[in-house]
């Protein structure tokens, strides 16, 4: 058997274009042809190893390595996981071609052991693979969803000291905790001394989107910022009387233009139907 072990690696050394090829036509799910060869000698090394233990580390470094290539490349993970299963397929049937052409004297237990060491071989490396591919899809997703939190809070300063955070769309406790954190970093980094926060672009006001409001209130009280809520609506203006919150201690206005212009900044139609600020 050891002999045949040898002689069916070097077999699948020696069809490996052959193998590439075949890859790369039946299927997109895959690495590049350049990366597609230390795959097949890895398997080809656990496929027919005598202690394919000391081999695994080379196999699920391609594994690895393929996920990270997918995952950059966004291919969806189930078209992947086609494209290793088609290379499963392609193993078995060049074994067989193996014990029929090359080592005639293989018997039916022989193909059976390599077929059972083949899809052991490739389950572990889908698992890899889907592991590998699961940790850094979800790492882009993180980043991604802080960038989005970032840009749905943008504090825009309008002057060496004072800033405005316009708020668009609804709130739920997971945008507010990232509204919080990102425009109080950036208040701090700019150094305001002023920050309007205009709220005309929320479409639903209630206890807890005014629980948050109050919570960067007294962020920015803390952190010495004064700050002024403008555009509260008056069906949510209804809301808060009825909630029986008490905005007394609160500055607030109408308008963002309103309370903008109350700190001497003036708004100014261009000749192309643009406004600017100026104060």
Same mark, same amino acid.
């Given at each position: ?8 690696? %070097? ?7 052959? &193998?590439?090829?075949?890859?790369? *036509? ?5 690495? *590049?042809?350049?990366?597609?060869? #230390?795959?097949?000698?890895? !398997?080809? %090394? $656990?496929?027919?190893? %005598? ?52 080592? #005639? ?19 572990? &490396? ?29 504090? =825009?300063? =309008? ?14 406790? %997971? ?14 980094? $700019? ?11 929320? #479409? &639903?006001?209630?206890?807890? !989107? !005014?629980?948050?409001? /109050? ?9 010495? =910022?004064?700050?002024?809520? *403008? ?9 808060? +009387?009825?909630?029986?919150?008490? /905005? *007394?201690? +609160?500055?607030?206005?109408?308008? $963002? ?23």
């Amino acid at each position: 058997m050891k002999n045949k072990h040898s002689a069916l690696y %070097h077999y699948l050394i020696k069809r490996s274009d052959n &193998i590439t090829n075949q890859w790369l *036509s039946k299927t997109s799910g895959i690495p *590049s042809a350049d990366k597609a060869k #230390p795959y097949i000698r890895a !398997v080809a %090394h $656990l496929l027919t190893a %005598h202690q394919p233990e000391k081999e695994w580390e080379e196999a699920l470094d391609c594994a690895r390595e393929m996920a990270r290539d997918r995952a950059a490349s966004q291919v969806p993970i189930y078209e992947s996981i086609n494209g290793i299963n088609v290379f499963r397929r392609i193993i078995i049937d060049e074994i067989g071609m193996f014990s029929h052409e090359e080592a #005639p004297e293989s018997s039916k237990s022989d193909v059976l052991e390599w077929s059972r060491r083949l899809n052991l071989i490739m389950d572990e &490396i889908i698992g890899q693979f889907m592991t590998e591919y699961d940790l850094l899809t979800m790492s882009q997703l993180k980043t991604q969803n802080e960038m989005i939190h970032e840009l749905s809070a943008p504090v =825009i300063p =309008i002057s060496s000291h004072i800033g405005v955070l316009p708020i668009i769309g609804e709130i739920d406790t %997971h945008r507010a905790k990232g509204i919080l954190e990102s425009a109080l970093e950036r208040c701090a980094g $700019l150094r305001l001394s002023h920050l309007f926060i205009d709220i005309s672009g929320v #479409p &639903i006001i209630d206890t807890m !989107v !005014v629980y948050q409001l /109050f919570r960067i209130l007294d962020t920015t009280k803390l952190l010495g =910022i004064e700050a002024t809520i *403008s555009g509260i609506r008056p069906e949510m203006a209804q809301t808060v +009387v009825k909630l029986g919150i008490d /905005f *007394s201690n +609160v500055k607030t206005e109408q308008n $963002l233009a309103k309370a903008l212009s109350k700190k001497g900044f003036r708004i100014l139609e261009e000749g192309d139907g643009t406004y600017k600020n100026t104060v």
